[in-house]
């Protein structure tokens, strides 16, 4: 008896030391605070929705500001991405942070808004995923562009290019200055192709759209297409050929006009590539005159390595100023949606679920006026798309999103 | 339900009576086996030889009855589960090989066993891991799983000394136990396994007390690499965290492979005490064991993906009493485990070609406590020191709570069980047989859960919480007999062959059928 009692008591001292308590996971006060940036000035802070998402879990919480542009969360640790979107008076408000952590009680961030104007061409809508073949191949031949004339004005045409960046959203970007933050000029890759023109001879009718295919066939039924593959984009108004410099291994579509070759880190590449993963971004520009078309590349001054890489690959530079618009595309894996643009030229993120699923990312329509769709455009993807789209090249939808 | 687990029991009673009854023609004409040790009282001369037999201190073999054994067994086992958890497989076929054998050396003894199994696990998901505890939340696996193969290997030594004053007894224990395990489905893991374990004790013998203390240290290392054939495809691999809770991971088109580790020890103590009466033995035990689990992703710059600690208290008292041709032997236990999962905040921070990651935070999002009130009683009828009858009653009481954090979710689940066990011992003409018929019933005393949003609540949250909390009957039916017809004067032929059914009480379509078939030699 006195053995047991004994040995009883040994254990529970042993239980004392032992038994150290370590933190339990709960939730923290997290504030928030909206504040207009260095460069402009407003009022009307009031009412504002934060958004606030979690990069390794799966909280998306949306909080309002009082009047001094404040709001709170409750959030367990973990890295966040906080924004807030908002129109006024024609401009876009956009204000974008991500990767904070949030580790305790009182933890505090800053989100400064950026302003830009609301322009007229936009991405109606991407078709970057591709489909599968019925032996179960992938196949991206059918991805495609669509540009929208969000205005009640003619657009021209003439000199705008498309590029995807070189920065991949699976990796933090490269692309930063010593403060941290994103350059002013915009690092493009692969074919970056433009609409051919003098300046005033491709129009764009008000609330009209054009396609861009990678191929402008009927993917569905061409001997050369996929019969899995969602569309028929025989009637693109441009595709991009690239048979006049990788050695003829691009199909030219009869009937479609090409686009033209501004630069390319791939002259080998069989065709136009766009990641399927969503891994780049997409933005569209002009250069500042025609004229500038199609040598603007071959300047060394609009060139740069990578840094920080040992690679010797030169990429285009375009200054962000040159922008129209641009589409944050990232891949669906946590932790593989990092930033690539700046705030004021897309605030916000748009992905869809699976490659090669046939699915496209689309543009919200915002309003319908005498028949004219209008699509949302705050300069924010993540509030401005819908994703898992059945593509739909040309057509407009006739309701509001 | 009844009427199959006779039809099986006649089945089996009379496959081993027509064997043998094979042999009772040869048995009139073979030398006495009088001799010779029989398999079917093995255990029992073994653990009512003395009561330190009883416990896990590695310098108890000292007692061991006898001065040379061996065994060598060929088993086959075939299990099909319905009720179990989603962690395991729907059924298991193993054929396994093991020898073991025992010799005194003056004052040293000497024990060893080698194992080899190989098992085929079938319908198995959402867990790719094999020697890692059961408790550890922070298991890995994928939904699509398939079937597993698996090759097992055991080897254990004991040794213990007897000082030549008796004054004391030291011993020293070996454990290493190796598997890999694979399955041929994308997304498909090959997971290589080990196991090694020391345990060092000492015994001190004064008049009527013996006083013993053993320690235990055991490393665990687990590493599992998942492949696909065809990278096109998308595959989803999931970290659990508890209750279901979990981190996903995509393993994209391009992505050649994933990796995970798991490291670990488990570091313990006991401390026995054993008095020893007229006519009885009582012997106490108390142990503190403390587990520690890490898993990491990757192999150069590792995701944490979760600590796991376990610390397990122990209370034992065995009372043996033995009077004339009686045996009691009372039991009654005492367990609890103090489990906590701890979770790491992580920043990935890229560095020139690979990745690190840097831990801002760290804190507990899973808690489980259980305890177990365990008691029984052993009553055995001897004759000749051979046992005769062997009846054994048990009743098991468990609290088990789990906790996940920040949600909040847990559930809690309250059991009782009872079981009984009865062994008959048949010695006449050339057989010798061990009937045993075991029922177990174990009955839900409380239960409930909260939980809000979990993505895989159907798939595993709430299936885990039916696992653990519902009623079932269990029937266990099994012959032993040693095959005195093949014996020879150093060597003993044995056969077994055992039936584990179980029902769950208010599904009877929701059953277990378990079948094993041994057969070996005794030296």
Not at chain 1, 40 to 47: A, K
Not at chain 1, 248 to 259: I, R
Not at chain 1, 268 to 277: Q, V
Not at chain 2, 403 to 425: A, D, G, M
Request: glycine content about 6%.
């Amino acid at each position: 008896m006195r053995s047991c009692f004994r040995l009883v008591s040994l254990f529970l001292l042993i239980i004392l030391l032992v038994n150290c308590d370590d933190k339990i996971a709960k939730a923290h006060k997290v504030n928030i605070q909206v504040q207009y940036n260095n460069n402009i000035t407003g009022s009307g802070l009031e009412m504002l929705n934060v958004n606030a998402v979690g990069v390794d879990n799966k909280i998306n919480k949306t909080n309002s500001t009082d009047e001094s542009g404040t709001t709170t969360f409750k959030l367990p640790s973990g890295l966040y991405n906080f924004s807030v979107s908002f129109v006024k008076n024609g401009y876009n408000y956009n204000g974008y942070i991500e990767n904070q952590v949030v580790k305790e009680d009182g933890d505090s961030f800053t989100i400064d808004l950026t302003e830009s104007l609301q322009q007229g061409l936009v991405f109606k809508e991407i078709y970057y995923s591709g489909s599968r073949t019925p032996e179960g191949k992938t196949y991206t031949s059918d991805q495609f562009l669509e540009i929208y004339n969000n205005t009640d004005e003619v657009i021209y045409l003439d000199g705008l290019t498309i590029g995807s960046l070189q920065q991949a959203a699976s990796n933090e970007n490269d692309w930063i200055n010593s403060a941290n933050k994103i350059l002013n000029r915009i690092a493009l890759q692969w074919h970056v192709m433009y609409i051919l023109g003098s300046g005033y001879d491709v129009s764009l009718q008000p609330f009209t759209s054009v396609v861009i295919a990678v191929d402008g066939i009927n993917h569905k039924s061409d001997p050369n297409g996929n019969p899995n593959s969602p569309v028929d984009l025989g009637n693109a108004n441009w595709e991009a050929y690239c048979g006049d410099f990788n050695g003829g291994k691009d199909l030219d579509a009869v009937g479609v006009p090409n686009l033209e070759l501004l630069f390319s880190t791939r002259h080998s590449a069989n065709d136009w590539t766009i990641s399927p993963n969503g891994n780049n971004s997409i933005i569209m520009f002009k250069l500042p005159q025609i004229s500038d078309y199609p040598t603007w590349g071959e300047n060394p001054n609009n060139r740069s390595t990578e840094p920080g890489s040992s690679s010797s690959t030169e990429f285009l530079m375009i200054p962000k100023e040159y922008v129209i618009d641009a589409v944050e595309l990232v891949r669906p894996d946590d932790g593989k949606q990092h930033k690539s643009l700046h705030n004021d030229i897309d605030a916000g993120k748009v992905w869809c679920t699976s490659s090669f699923s046939g699915k496209s990312i689309r543009r919200k329509v915002k309003e319908i006026v005498d028949g004219n769709v209008i699509y949302q455009d705050t300069n924010n993807s993540s509030n401005d798309f819908l994703s898992d789209q059945d593509p739909t090249p040309g057509i407009h939808p006739t309701s509001v999103d | 339900m009844l009427n199959s687990c006779t039809k099986l029991t006649s089945r089996i009673v009379i496959i081993t009576l027509c064997f043998t009854l094979q042999c009772i023609g040869f048995y009139t004409n073979a030398q006495s086996k009088d001799t010779l040790k029989h398999y079917t009282s093995l255990n029992y001369s073994i653990e009512y030889a003395d009561i330190w037999l009883q416990s896990n201190q590695p310098a108890a073999i000292s007692y061991q009855p006898f001065n040379k054994l061996a065994t060598i067994n060929a088993g086959f086992l075939q299990a099909d589960n319905l009720f179990k958890s989603v962690f395991h497989p729907t059924s298991q076929t193993q054929y396994n090989l093991s020898s073991s054998g025992y010799t005194k050396l003056n004052q040293l003894n000497l024990w060893g066993k080698a194992q080899y199994k190989n098992t085929k696990q079938s319908e198995q998901k959402w867990n790719n891991t094999t020697f890692i505890s059961e408790a550890n939340p922070f298991i890995h696996g994928d939904s699509i799983g398939g079937d597993y193969q698996q090759d097992f290997y055991l080897l254990e030594a004991r040794m213990a000394y007897r000082s030549a004053s008796k004054k004391y007894d030291w011993g020293l224990g070996l454990n290493y136990t190796v598997s890999d395990k694979t399955n041929q489905s994308d997304p498909r893991p090959l997971i290589k396994s080990l196991r090694f374990k020391l345990e060092p004790g000492l015994i001190i013998h004064q008049q009527k007390w013996d006083y013993g203390i053993s320690l235990k240290y055991e490393r665990l290392s687990e590493t599992t690499e998942t492949t696909r054939n065809d990278k096109s495809e998308n595959h989803a691999l999931f970290r659990f965290i508890g209750m279901g809770l979990h981190k996903k991971e995509t393993l994209g088109t391009g992505y050649p492979e994933d990796i995970m580790t798991y490291n670990g020890y488990k570091k313990g103590i006991s401390i026995q005490s054993k008095y020893k009466g007229l006519d009885f033995e009582n012997l106490s035990i108390a142990s503190y064991e403390k587990t520690y689990e890490r898993a990491a992703q990757g192999s150069v710059g590792q995701l944490l993906t979760g600590d796991y600690h376990n610390h397990k208290y122990n209370f034992t008292n065995i009372l043996l009493i033995k009077k004339e041709q009686l045996i009691h032997n009372i039991k009654l236990n005492i367990s609890h485990n103090h489990i906590k999962g701890i979770w790491f905040y992580q920043k990935e921070i890229p560095q020139s070609q690979s990745y690190n990651f840097e831990i801002y935070d760290k804190a507990v999002r899973h808690k489980r406590k259980i305890t177990q009130i365990e008691s029984s009683y052993d009553f055995i009828i001897e004759e000749n020191n051979l046992p005769h009858l062997q009846v054994e009653s048990g009743i098991k009481l468990t609290f088990d709570k789990t906790e996940v954090f920040p949600e909040s979710y847990y559930n809690q689940v309250n059991n009782i069980q009872f079981s009984s066990n009865i062994n008959k011992y048949l010695y006449f003409g050339g057989i010798n047989l061990k009937m045993n018929l075991a029922a177990t019933y174990r009955f839900n005393l409380s239960k409930r859960i909260y939980i809000e949003d979990i993505e895989l609540k159907e798939q595993i949250t709430y299936p885990e919480y039916y696992y653990s909390s519902a009623d079932f009957l269990q029937f266990k039916i099994g012959i032993t007999t040693d095959l005195l017809c093949l014996a020879a004067d150093k060597y003993m032929p044995y056969a077994s062959l055992y039936t584990q059914q179980l029902f769950v009480t208010e599904n009877s379509n929701n059953h277990n059928h378990n079948y094993s078939i041994g057969i070996g030699i005794l030296f």
